[in-house]
């Protein structure tokens, strides 16, 4: 296991300024910012362990109480591949959860997760990494990913996303405020389109403070690392995961070539399960 999470040779090699002259300071401010030193601190709680464990060692510690409604679905699928699809309420505990449910009754589980997940080398039996900073053209990034995925479940093996592919937004939807995703990405349902394998839609409660969805304002980047910040203020809260009936794969294909179509469909179907 590494040393820590996310080194400061790490970050300097993410972009030439941090090994100018200034780097240092930039780097102290960063992690000032972002608050980089709490994924450090829980990394380095619960590296002594991988996987599934690792995941329930770093929920537990973070005091976050997790309920599984109709888990035992998933004896039916012991050696049978499927896809799980969730919604992405937080956009980092949310994963831990999803690959501690699913990945603590199935063998072989991994879920699809960007380069910043990537980093948890004590998760990487769960992982399937996109990594935009490895290829030169936006296309390979999908490609790579799509062909990961499918060569995954075509060896029998199940396999995890989080469609919207970004943390969920604050919107007003039929006058309401609620914490929804953004449309689900057609990379993703065409994946799921072509795995003929049955869908376990899996809805994740929860939302993160009302100063993350403020922050907005100040653009997606400047969001994204306000992240960090929303670890610590999960503790007491519990998180209900919840398993729907699979979809099977005659319903899926029953959309033919309309991705959009299904992929609203999936969606509603997750978050049908949160209404119940």
Sequence with gaps: MKETLISREELRSLHPVFRGKYGDKLIDLGIKISAL???NEIYNRSKHLTGPDFCKDVLDKLGIIRTVINGELLNEFQDRPFITVSNHPYGHVDGIAAIETVGSRVQ???MMVNVILGLIDTMAENFITVNPMKYAEKNSITYAGIKESIAHVRSGFPLGFFPAGAVSNLVFKK???MIEDREWQSAVIKIIQKS???VIPM???GHNSPSFYMSKIFGYKFRTLRLCHELYNKKGKEMVITLGNPIMPDRIVSFKDDILRLGQYLKKETYALGYK
Aim: proline letters at 13%; glycine letters at 6%; aromatic letters at 6%.
């Design 175 to 177: 006058g309401k405020v």
């Design 108 to 110: 072989h589980y991994k």
């Design 196 to 198: 003929k394998v049955p």
């Design 37 to 39: 030193h709490v994924p």
């Design 203 to 205: 809805h994740i409660s």
